[in-house]
Structures are given as C-alpha cells and as structure tokens.
C-alpha cells in the first residue's frame, strides 16, 4: 500500500512539475508556463507540436479561419 501511495505522490509532482514548466510562444518567444499555454497547434507538415500564448493563439485562429 505504502509503494502505490509513492507511486501516486511521484506521478502527481510529475504532473504539477509539467503544468508550470515553462518554455518560450513559438511565435513570439514570449515566455509562458505550460499550464498557461493558450493553444497547441499540430503542424501536420513536420508533425511538431507548436504552443502559443494566447495572443498569437488568437492571430493563428484568425488566420486559419480567413483562409
């Protein structure tokens, strides 16, 4: 029982360690946490995953939606 509940407590700071890692908007390279990304955006050409703040998130959409 005692290993199941270190398993649980190790994914779970897994988890919250990953939703405040931070990185940089691939479009504007502002800096964001993961958990505040606004967008994840598939690039179906190379599949790369693009994460967006929430501004150039909304640029993305419009742009996609305009064509």
Do not use: P, W
């Not at 509940?5 to 993961?34: A, G, P, Q, R, W």
């Not at 190379?46 to 929430?54: A, D, I, S």
């Amino acid at each position: 029982m005692t290993e199941n509940l270190k398993s649980l407590n190790t994914k779970y700071n897994e988890m919250v360690d990953e939703l405040f890692e931070e990185l940089l908007c691939d479009k504007c390279m502002k800096t964001i946490k993961v958990g505040n990304a606004d967008g994840k955006l598939v690039n179906m050409l190379n599949n790369e995953t693009l994460f967006l703040c929430k501004k150039c998130n909304e640029e993305v959409r419009n742009l996609i939606k305009k064509s």
